[in-house]
């Protein structure tokens, strides 16, 4: 089937019934969700810039399992120092196109981690996971799926294990084993993306600690729209604008979305044939698991974050100039402060990855230094927050304050919004607005 489009996996979304709520209401087509539909454009876009052949070297890689074929580098696993660092380079290119998170990381994580661990589980035990493992990669490089990554349960009392909550359900679970597959039931948290995807894969959350948490040991994959699966959207005071106001109040209108994705995703008895399940019970591995998604997730912030944070330089250094104080010398300092939490981040990004060895478990696969990139995450989620208190001080109250471009477009209002939301007469008051948008 070879790369898809944007137009394709868009198309492949029609397909899908997945059952979604939000705002109390029933969403039958995700297409037209005021907030979902930026959130797939910003997916369809990783799919289109991987199709252009100038990016064919950052965003794709030749795949050993198709025979050296080109696949979505978002569906390799690490085999060698080179993908860890193109990995990097496409993660910040994709933000820096998006100014939005690409959405697709969590599916690479799983891919890797999974990897890691099915291995780890058949030389422990002599089972054969990570064969089904291959054969799950083959299907989806081929059909260049959307895979996103469930880890987060919903945990219950934060204190209890698994095993020993007061509802069992709190952690995703097996409720039933059968010849040709698993029954689970649970939740999962917080998820990016999975109701625009086309498949989810899952792992467990928390460290085994003996037989009992057990059936909380079980990773698979399973398409989103399937059987018993429910999602409920997230709702927050950034989604409110995609309802009240106009594309312009959304800062980012093309693919702002890329925030506004996550839902509570409920496994209610869900079928998990045996083709698709990649661990199921060897809770001795869940930790393995947990660690390594961890150094994965680590490894997309520290990359991602630093492009980011160069948006906000940008968008600050655009407001100053808006608001006629571009050449103070308080204003400067602190935009060279946001360059150096963004090149920090960076730095250490970049430096993981040239560290990265192979995993002393000999599964083949290349991790990231991990002291490296524990070090580069706290900088780049430290220097992302410095870096929004930095944009919101130097574009001023009005990053929080300005007024809707409804009542811009209304005639009643808008000769006052004009004349009192101009501060440099060369930047014209829309243009003013609309950086003030894109900072909140
Ligand atoms: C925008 C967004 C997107 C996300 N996307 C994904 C995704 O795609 N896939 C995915 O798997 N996850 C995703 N997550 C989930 C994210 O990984 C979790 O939210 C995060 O790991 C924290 O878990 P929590 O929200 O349950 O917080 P909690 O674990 O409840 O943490 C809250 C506080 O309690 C503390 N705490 C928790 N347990 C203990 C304990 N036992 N002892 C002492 N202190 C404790 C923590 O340190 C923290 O300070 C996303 C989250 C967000 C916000």
């Not at 349960?153 to 095993?163: E, F, Q, T």
Request: aromatic letters at 8%; charged letters at 20%; one cysteine or more.
């Amino acid at each position: 089937m070879g790369l898809r489009s944007g137009a394709e996996y868009i198309e492949s979304l029609k397909k899908r019934k997945p059952n979604i709520y939000c705002l109390g209401k029933k969403v039958d087509n995700v297409l037209e969700h005021p907030v979902l539909k930026s959130t797939i454009a910003t997916v369809a876009r990783t799919f289109d810039l991987a199709k252009n052949p100038k990016y064919e070297d950052l965003l794709t890689v030749e795949s050993p399992l198709l025979g050296g074929e080109r696949v979505n580098r978002f569906l390799q696993p690490f085999f060698t120092v080179d993908h860890l660092v193109k990995r990097q380079h496409q993660i910040r290119f994709l933000q820096r196109q998006l100014g939005s998170c690409a959405l697709r990381c969590t599916g690479l994580g799983m891919v890797n981690s999974l990897w890691e661990t099915t291995y780890q589980i058949d030389e422990a035990k002599g089972t054969h996971y990570l064969d089904r493992l291959k054969d799950w990669l083959k299907y989806i490089q081929r059909y260049d799926i959307y895979e996103t990554g469930c880890m987060m349960d919903v945990k219950g009392h934060r204190g209890l294990r698994p095993s020993k909550q007061p509802d069992p359900d709190m952690y995703l679970h097996i409720v039933e084993r059968r010849p040709n597959g698993i029954v689970v039931r649970g939740a999962k948290a917080s998820q990016s993306g999975p109701a625009i995807s086309n498949e989810t894969a899952v792992i467990p959350s928390a460290y085994g600690h003996d037989e009992a948490d057990g059936p909380y040991a079980v990773a698979f994959a399973v398409p989103t729209d399937e059987k018993g699966i429910t999602y409920i959207m997230q709702h927050n005071t950034g989604d409110a604008l995609a309802y009240t106001g106009d594309d312009r109040d959304l800062g980012n209108p093309r693919y702002g979305g890329g925030f506004g994705s996550t839902s509570l995703m409920i496994f209610d008895d869900v079928f998990i044939p045996n083709e698709r399940v990649f661990m199921a019970g060897e809770w001795e591995f869940s930790a393995a698991i947990v660690r390594t998604m961890g150094l994965m997730a680590r490894m997309w912030q520290c990359g991602c974050r630093p492009a980011l944070m160069e948006l906000l330089t940008g968008a600050a250094a655009f407001a100053a100039q808006a608001n006629g104080v571009a050449n103070a010398a308080h204003i400067r300092s602190k935009l060279n402060d946001m360059t150096i939490h963004s090149q920090t981040a960076w730095g250490l990004a970049l430096s993981a990855a040239y560290q990265g060895k192979s995993s002393p478990s000999g599964s083949g696969i290349v991790l990231p230094d991990s002291l490296t990139i524990n070090v580069g995450k706290y900088r780049s989620v430290e220097g992302y927050w410095e870096c929004c208190k930095l944009a919101n001080d130097i574009a001023g109250g009005l990053a929080t304050t300005v007024p809707s471009f409804k009542d811009y477009d209304n005639p009643e209002t808008h000769g006052w919004m004009e004349k009192y939301l101009q501060a440099n007469p060369d930047v014209p008051t829309e243009h003013r607005m609309r950086i003030m948008r894109l900072i909140q």
